[in-house]
């Protein structure tokens, strides 16, 4: 089991039939008790999500709305990924996945950039991610490398008019 926000727990007691108003009252009972902390939930969310599997910021919004966080209380939470670690852990990600990765440097470019942007890194930060990890690789990746200019294609990637 993992702690539960509020809204989910509200979800399963209706899906139980249990009535509106004992569910209110049950829920406002363990909130004044401490069983139900969103915020709480929302920071160990965050942590254990950026840490162990390298989500973005816009990732983890993303769950914390689908688990019915707060959007006050998950901004807040979010606050704990700065940009500079959110960096750090795209270059990370594509380090290790660097390592394994085969084919053209074209293809481990376009595969790599995929990858972080599945994980909700923005196009900015995941192609100069992959840009400085293929820099630091090899010579044919280094001169491919030298050829991507990061920020043409994160304005590109960020305006779909273009």
Request: proline residues 2%; charged residues 35%; negative net charge.
């Amino acid at each position: 089991m993992r702690p539960r926000t509020r809204a989910e727990l509200a979800k399963v007691l209706v899906r139980k039939e249990i009535s509106e108003e004992v569910i209110a009252e049950v829920l406002d009972r363990y909130d004044e008790v401490g069983i139900i902390d969103d915020a709480a939930f929302a920071r160990a969310w965050v942590s254990s999500r950026h840490h162990g599997r390298g989500l973005a910021r816009r990732a983890l919004a993303n769950e914390l709305r689908q688990r019915g966080v707060d959007a006050e209380v998950a901004s807040e939470a979010l606050e704990a990924v700065d940009a500079d670690a959110e960096a750090e852990t795209a270059r990370a990600l594509v380090d290790r996945k660097l390592r394994s990765a085969t084919g053209t440097p074209e293809a481990v470019f376009r595969r790599l950039v995929a990858m972080l942007a599945r994980k909700g890194y923005p196009a900015g930060v995941a192609i100069r991610a992959v840009k400085d990890a293929l820099a630091a690789r090899d010579a044919e990746a280094a001169e491919f490398a030298d050829g991507v200019d990061a920020d043409a294609l994160a304005d590109q990637a960020d305006d779909p008019s273009s």
